[in-house]
């Protein structure tokens, strides 16, 4: 059981090391962070320029982790929407699959294209 606490622990050190080399390098792009909480996992989140969609993996940054949460609805002005185009400082409404802090910062990872998808490979 201790040996299962410090494997989380360790593995949560690892995710966030991980996200900070990746926006470093330029390999995430940060689409909101979430300045309200409401219950549920339903989050008020500030945008960046870009988009967001249903079923969409993004990562959320908080003090001790970088957790991934999937993206399970969207409202805009208070209508249920799949996808939708986002600005700067739009406020949007989204249902995730985690909790996350409010003032964590939401990145979506951006495939390598010098890096070959892994059934490429032959054995």
């Known amino acids: 059981d201790f040996i299962v606490i410090v ?3 360790l593995a949560e050190m690892l995710e966030r090391r991980a996200l900070k080399l990746a926006i470093a390098a330029g390999h995430c792009q940060e689409v909101a962070e979430i300045i309200h909480a409401f219950s549920g996992c339903v989050f008020g989140l500030r945008c960046r320029p870009g988009s967001i969609q249903t079923g969409e993996q993004l990562i959320a ?20 929407v799949t996808s939708t185009a986002t600005e700067e400082n739009q406020e949007i409404g989204v249902k995730l ?10 990145f979506r990872l951006r495939p390598d294209p010098a890096i070959r998808p892994a059934e490429d490979f032959v054995i």
């Open 7 to 9: 494997c989380g622990a």
């Open 61 to 80: 940054r908080t003090p001790a982790s970088a957790k991934p949460v999937t993206v399970l609805s969207i409202e805009v002005n208070r209508t249920p």
């Open 97 to 106: 699959s985690e909790k996350a802090p409010v003032g964590a910062p939401l």
